[in-house]
């Protein structure tokens, strides 16, 4: 299935200047949802994963269909005051300022084996953020898993500690 | 399976003297989060859907759940600004303020038979403004699903244009 002719380039989203990649397309297409999730369940399958983390917001679609299909529990890691109950949180720099990503203090279980999802790996900021904060709290980082990946903003290798699967890659904008 | 034992009251969030019905422990409960889902899965199964909406941002967790294992589409309904392509949107009034939810301009086919699923029916409010969205852009609401609903705020009277189904209601705080 050609997914990349169904992903929408959005220029100029967020900001002048960049071209997005919207995956609202994938997800209102159901042979092409089913495609794309089967084709990570299929890649992670034989993994021994206790856990799936899903990164705030859209990671949290796929995430928590992973969760579903391999039969795992489900944690968000979301912004900075968005947790109700007791937070760790880690805080990250950006190109210009600074984030803060947060889980609940009593979601990774010690030693528990995570895949982490989001559907874009860009810069990895996030994502990096995201594993360092759960060995933080003494959960494993199995891989961190992405329905898009943008080589030319070589997320990748700010993410080097990790194991790191994308479906689609784009080499240019 | 008595998943009130597993959602989490946390008190004074996300305001004093409020106590915030927490799903996160039911998400990282493998067992409660598939039970949850097929519970849903089963009440809309033989119902004519074409489309699953899912409402920003722990809306997306169980929408697109029930849009994987009901093999339809998802689209997705966010606060301004979120969404990268043209956008219609709705503004509706709060208790102080008003909010604005908006949906891509393409994402519901004319005469498209819809389920929103949130994960939490308060004010009904967001739900509200979603339906009446749909319903402006040529779309046919079939009902709206909730994990848990919290009757004593009267969301089901405010939505009362619309079919509404909950898996948990709470009758007092």
Not at 40 to 51: A, G, M, N, Q, R
Not at 94 to 122: F, M, N, R
Not at 135 to 140: D, H, N, P, R
Request: aromatic share 10%; hydrophobic share 45%.
């Amino acid at each position: 299935m050609d997914l990349k002719k169904i992903v929408r380039d959005v220029h100029d989203f967020p900001k002048p200047g960049i071209v997005f990649k919207d995956i609202t397309p994938l997800l209102e297409n159901p042979e092409a949802f089913q495609y794309i999730v089967n084709q990570v369940v299929e890649k992670f399958k034989k993994e021994e994963i206790d856990l799936i983390v899903g990164i705030d917001a859209r990671g949290f679609i796929f995430a928590s269909v992973l969760a579903y299909a391999l039969k795992k529990g489900l944690a968000i890691v979301r912004k900075k005051g968005k947790l109700p109950y007791q937070t760790i949180s880690y805080t990250y720099q950006l190109e210009y300022g600074e984030d803060t990503i947060e889980l609940h203090q009593d979601s990774i279980p010690k030693g528990a084996k995570v895949l982490i999802v989001d559907d874009l790996l860009a810069t990895g900021g996030t994502a990096n953020a995201t594993g360092h904060l759960i060995q933080q709290m003494g959960g494993q980082v199995v891989a961190m898993a992405f329905i898009i990946e943008l080589n030319f903003l070589k997320g990748r290798e700010k993410l080097k500690d990790f194991e790191v699967f994308s479906l689609l890659q784009y080499d240019a904008e």
